[in-house]
């Protein structure tokens, strides 16, 4: 079974900073995909930054510029700063890891975090 536990959010006030983390741990022989979704209330999820195994990244349009998505390969563990938040930021921010198990072995299968909240308020 793999995991991913979120950390890092809160409130903060609207230009200020946050950093959210994202751990994943289990039986994983190897992660591809990482990404950061969010959902802001009567709103459906979607997509913030997501990054490959190799580096590559994407952006929402509304954050670029402003959110950086980093990943620890050696750790397991994805990154996303955010800078410059603005109030329409505020959401719970979820996690997403395409993992490769290794028990049982070669098997890829999506995984979320449970969540982590930001809000952005003055």
């Known amino acids: 079974q793999v995991q991913l536990v979120e950390s890092g959010g809160g409130l903060v006030q609207p230009g200020g900073s946050l950093r959210l983390s994202c751990a994943a741990s289990g039986s994983i022989f190897s992660i591809n995909n990482m990404g950061w979704y969010r959902q802001a209330p009567g709103k459906q999820r979607e997509l913030v930054a997501t990054i490959t195994s190799g580096g590559s990244t994407n952006y929402a349009d509304s954050v670029k510029g402003r959110f950086t998505i980093s990943r620890d390969n050696a750790k397991n563990t994805v990154y996303l700063q955010m800078n410059s938040l603005k109030p329409e930021d505020t959401a719970v921010y979820y996690c997403?890891?395409?993992?490769?198990?290794?028990?049982?072995?070669?098997?890829?299968?999506?995984?979320w975090g449970q969540g982590t909240q930001v809000t952005v308020s003055s």
């Open positions: 997403k890891a395409t993992v490769t198990t290794a028990q049982p072995m070669g098997r890829t299968a999506y995984y």
